[in-house]
């Protein structure tokens, strides 16, 4: 008699979360939170290494840009390298790569060492990002898969905000060497504690068919006892045939893909350039780097508090009534957290409403992307998705700088931060309208009917 087959995906829905797969959640938020902490600490020490090197601050973009730049590479070279080969080993190679770049940046002394490491460090950090999503996605049950999304991308800002904290005492007591010395310890650490205790995806290994006993311990972590005897095997996968880049665009996938990526691409330009450059707009109006780096966090903050909740509401509220309204109100805050310079009060105030309205909106799109695509692609379309919002990074400092060079006033950067917000939400709403050609599976994980 032929063993029966359990259905593992249905088994890891149908039962109760546990603190395996809550353990597991937090080792990959400490991935993000490392990718939140390096993106935001060039711009903490952005006028004490220009200083070093003797690059006039209007043209530091290009340094802020050059790491964005290997980040949006890596987030669309490694997400399908992480579907065909794994999430785990991507995540733990990509911290090596990231920790080594880290400590080659504090040693820099022209421009173009400062480029180039800056370069490859987002190259590390950004093939991590697919992987650890996907792994944050494939660990939960469909109902709460877009809690557990967001929750684990709050870390972004999360680490975001360590960093402001970290910059604001460790800057003028040690030098701006020591944020990166600190940048090129905690991925070492963080790569030993993955390769001892994070598992492989158990939905990527049974969507390659592969290492079956594996798969049965990591289930016995999660459910011990409760896992029946039998075959183990998932719903077979159409997405699994070919390069999966291509399944982004098949079976009514191609136009709700594309303008996910613009919402993406603008909120994601949006948070990086206003944490970039305000630490050096707010020091060039007589704000201390340290001063600067504390109302940046509280612009982290904000971002940390809605994102944690952003998943919640998605789930309940449905994507579209909560994100195109967070697209809208972030364009009014950054508006006028640009007017509000003359004033610590307002300017913390509206530095806090910018990071939860547009922090809160981006994690919510990734909980959208997470439910657009099945597991065989999923972390490819992730990967893919975060590629066009790293794009966005890239182009939005070294936009930025252009604004300042060009000698506009420290609005300036901020309105047009307001504008791509407006753009992003319009985007928003003809992604609902072409949200009929999507198979319903691909949606309702995280999109419930609106």
Not at 144 to 173: D, K, Y
Not at 301 to 328: C, D, K, M
């Amino acid at each position: 008699m032929a063993a029966a087959k359990v259905d593992v995906i249905e088994l890891i829905d149908r039962h109760p979360v546990t603190g395996f797969q809550i353990g597991v959640l937090i080792l990959c938020m400490l991935v993000a939170a490392l990718d939140g902490f390096d993106t935001q600490a060039i711009g903490y020490t952005a006028p004490a290494i220009a200083a070093v090197i003797h690059l006039p601050m209007p043209q530091f973009g290009q340094v802020g840009s050059a790491g964005l730049l290997g980040a949006a590479l890596g987030a669309l070279s490694f997400g399908p390298f992480a579907d065909l080969f794994g999430r785990k080993w991507f995540m733990i190679i990509a911290m090596i790569v990231f920790a080594i770049l880290s400590y080659m940046t504090a040693q820099s002394a022209s421009l173009d060492q400062l480029l180039a490491f800056r370069f490859f460090a987002g190259l590390g950090l950004g093939g991590a990002t697919p992987a650890f999503l996907a792994m944050g996605a494939e660990l939960a049950p469909k109902r709460l898969r877009s809690v557990f999304v967001t929750v684990l991308f709050a870390s972004f800002p999360a680490g975001g905000l360590i960093g402001s904290l970290t910059s604001a005492w460790v800057i003028p007591n040690f030098g701006w060497q020591m944020v990166f010395y600190i940048g090129a310890v905690a991925p070492i650490a963080i790569a030993i504690i993955l390769a001892i205790f994070l598992p492989e995806s158990v939905r990527f290994l049974l969507a390659r068919g592969i290492r079956q006993d594996e798969v049965r311990r990591t289930l016995e972590r999660i459910m011990p006892g409760d896992v029946p005897a039998g075959e183990l095997v998932a719903p077979p996968d159409p997405a699994r045939q070919g390069a999966p880049v291509t399944h982004l665009f098949t079976e009514g996938r191609a136009i709700p893909t594309v303008l996910l990526w613009v919402p993406f691409f603008m909120v994601f330009m949006v948070l990086v350039t206003v944490t970039f450059w305000t630490p050096a707009v707010l020091n060039s109006v007589g704000f201390s780097l340290s001063a600067a780096a504390l109302i940046v966090g509280l612009n982290n903050l904000g971002s940390v508090i809605a994102s944690s909740l952003s998943g919640w509401l998605v789930h309940h509220g449905g994507a579209y009534r909560v994100l195109i309204p967070g697209f809208i109100l972030g364009a009014l805050s950054l508006a006028w957290y640009g007017q509000a310079t003359s004033s610590v009060a307002m300017l913390a105030t509206a530095s806090f409403l910018a990071g939860f309205f547009v922090g809160g909106t981006g994690t919510g799109l990734i909980a959208v992307a997470a439910g657009m695509y099945p597991t065989a692609i999923r972390s490819t379309g992730i990967g893919w998705a975060m590629g066009m919002g790293r794009v966005g990074q890239f182009f939005g400092p070294f936009l930025a700088g252009l604004i300042v060079a060009a000698g506009y006033k420290v609005g300036g950067i901020f309105f047009a931060s307001a504008t791509a917000c407006f753009i992003g939400a319009l985007f928003l709403a003809f992604l609902f309208f072409a949200r009929p050609t999507m198979e319903a599976d691909d949606v309702a994980a995280v999109v419930p009917a609106e």
